[in-house]
């Protein structure tokens, strides 16, 4: 795959795909979180970021591009018939300068942090070889490591990505011959070993040029296994740069989620994700 060059750190378009439909829970980008519709609130953190000089939010429906303008923030409708973010991403993308830096913001993560982008941001720019920057949170229980949604990375020593999995990924070989072969058992047992995995998440940045090749490309054997895009990119020999984020966020999948972020939302700017236990043993609700 050829190289696309350094990007002026200026242009950086920052894009948060936002379909409305949503299988486990409909609409969900227009609920309201302590007064204000999801979407909103993750236009607004990925407004803060430093590295961005732009924020569009990119949509299929007419809901989610009237609350958004109606804000004051910045939208475009979009094809209905995206399969992907990428896609819709990319559709924006190919009305962006030569040589921007586009950035795709998940529109459910309402909490994400604005310095996990910048991180990515810096991590491409930085880098004239690497093609996309992604970025990583610390697996923290053996239920998170064991879900089939949480994609794990397996990176180099320099960060760049080897492989994305729903399966938990590297092996704990020794561990687990000291359980009788049973890499789960090693896990509940020895905790410690859960250092060893990252959680992929779903922040990218691009270059321009890279993304619409990149979304151009036929789905490959191992992305229609494993359901993972990024391991198109991977097939096709793109670099993949590996940062970690600067905190934790949640993507809003369930009714669970919107309560924990309605929860922490209502507590204050000064509590973060972090400071919640119940994120790592089990959200049963604040006192």
Do not use: W
Request: charged content about 25%.
């Amino acid at each position: 795959m050829k190289a696309h060059g350094e990007n002026p750190e200026q242009n950086v378009i920052a894009v948060i795909p936002a379909r409305f439909a949503s299988t486990r829970l409909p609409g969900k980008l227009l609920l309201d979180i302590c007064g204000k519709p999801l979407i909103l609130h993750t236009l607004e953190q990925a407004s803060k970021a430093k590295a961005v000089s732009r924020v569009i939010v990119a949509t299929d429906d007419v809901r989610i591009l009237h609350t958004v303008l109606t804000a004051g923030g910045e939208a475009v409708l979009t094809s209905a018939g995206h399969l992907s973010g990428s896609d819709r991403v990319a559709e924006v993308a190919e009305r962006m300068p030569h040589g921007s830096v586009i950035v795709n913001v998940q529109g459910d993560e309402p909490l994400i942090d604005p310095e996990t982008i910048d991180r990515a941001v810096y991590a491409l720019v930085r880098g004239p070889s690497i093609d996309i920057a992604t970025t990583y949170e610390p697996i923290e229980s053996i239920e998170e490591l064991l879900n089939g949604n949480v994609v794990k990375v397996v990176t180099n020593d320099a960060g760049h990505a080897l492989y994305f999995s729903r399966a938990p990924m590297p092996f704990a070989r020794d561990a687990s011959l000291r359980y009788g072969g049973d890499p789960n058992a090693a896990i509940r047992n020895e905790p410690g070993l859960l250092e060893i995995f990252r959680k992929h998440t779903g922040l990218y940045a691009y270059r321009r040029e890279f993304l619409l090749e990149f979304t151009r490309m036929p789905q490959t054997r191992l992305e229609k296994i494993e359901m993972l895009e990024q391991l198109r990119a991977l097939e096709n020999g793109a670099r993949i740069k590996v940062v970690k984020a600067a905190g934790r966020s949640i993507g809003v999948d369930t009714q669970d989620d919107l309560e924990k972020v309605r929860a922490i939302v209502s507590a204050g700017p000064s509590v973060s994700l972090d400071d919640y236990t119940c994120l790592r043993t089990g959200y049963k609700g604040l006192d």
